[in-house]
Every structure is written in structure tokens, then in C-alpha cells.
């Protein structure tokens, strides 16, 4: 009886091991599950919050761009009225890209980028600033060619190279707020005279690096691309060669 007693005693401890290895096992399987849910559950709640303020960023940018297109359109007849002179000394009647004029009313140099006869319109490079303007708001200027960068063009750019980074970070941006901070920032380093600047775009879905490729090729201070190899950021990062 006693043996008999002890084969029973050993099963039901088995047994109960077994119940209990399986009640863990199931235990865990409810816990991992419900784990899973849960991370589902904060990453949709994350991808809808992110969402919706990337839309109402959207909406505040799309309104400041139209606040800003009205004050401009306000603004322009009193900046045309204090460029162009009410009475010209002597009407321009032809330029050509590349010459080199005074604007009247501002005592300001630059230099002709294109010309539409037609209108009698010149668009002129001033410093780093281009300018629209008409025929009779200018004068034909003679210069030395060793000369042709003029002494404010110069400081602009001196000021400029000092504080100009070679690199430009838009990690955490979306495609449009890229493309207004990089196409500044291309503007800024090739004034400044830099030959390479690095784009950080990181790695993510690719869509933010797709897009800048595309403003890059179309940019015209821009030579040249590239990825990045392997110490300068690799594929988180685009290498650009300026004109």
C-alpha cells in the first residue's frame, strides 16, 4: 500500500508540474498578446497625432504664405513709386545681360541678369538680391573689369562666408518645410563661396530624400550630387558640389 501510495503521490506531483508549466506558458501567451495590442494601439494613436498637426502645420504655413502674397501685393506700388523716378535724365532704350547699371533712386550698383525689351524691364542683380524694374529707373554704368565685384558685394559676402555652415539639418521636417529651408540655405552658401555642403536628410521612408533629390537637380546654384559614403553620414546624408 505504501508503494502504491508513493506511485500516486509522484504522478499527481508530475501532473501538477505540468498544469503549472502550462498555465505559465498560457500566461504568457495572453500577456504577449495583449502587449502587441497595446504598441498597435499607441503607434496609430502616434501616426494620428502626427498627422494631424503636420495637416494643421500645413494649414499655418498655407496662410502665412497667403498673408504674406497680400502685403507684397500691397506693398508693391510704394516700392515702385520709390524706385522709379518720376522724371529720367535719359531713358535707356537698349542693355544687354552682364552690363553693369545704377539704379537711380537708390544710388545702388548691380549687374543685368536678362532683359525684356518689349516692356522695357531688366532684371537686375543687386548684392544677393534680384530686382524687376524698368528701363527709366536705370543708367548704363562704366567699369574697370578687374572690379566688378563691388565693395558692398563684397562685405555682404565676407559676412556672409563667416556665418554659413557647411552642412544643413532638416531632420524632422516635411517636404515642404524642407525645400524653403534648404533652397535658403543653398542661396546663402554659394554667396558665401562654399564648393561642398552637406544635406542631412536621414534614412526614414526615403520620401524626404527622394523630394530634395528633385529640388536639387532643379536648383541652379547646384553642380552635382551625391550620396554619402561611409564617415561623411552615408545614405542619411546628400553630398552637394556648388557652382
Known sequence: LKIEYDEKLEKFANQKEKMLEQARQEAFRITRQAKEEVDNIIKELRRLEEERASKEKNQQIEALRKELTSTMGSLQPTVKSMIVPKVASKEITDLKAGEDVRVITLNQEGTVVSVDKNKKEAVVQIGIMKMTLPFKSLQKVKKDVKKTVTKSTRNIIKSKSGNV?????????NLEEATMEVEKYLDDAYVAGLENVTIIHGIGTGVLKSGLQDILRRN?????QRAGQYGEGGAGVTIVTLK
Open 220 to 224: 541652379r546654384h547646384v553642380k552635382s
Open 165 to 173: 555652415k557647411s552642412e544643413v539639418d532638416l531632420r524632422g521636417m
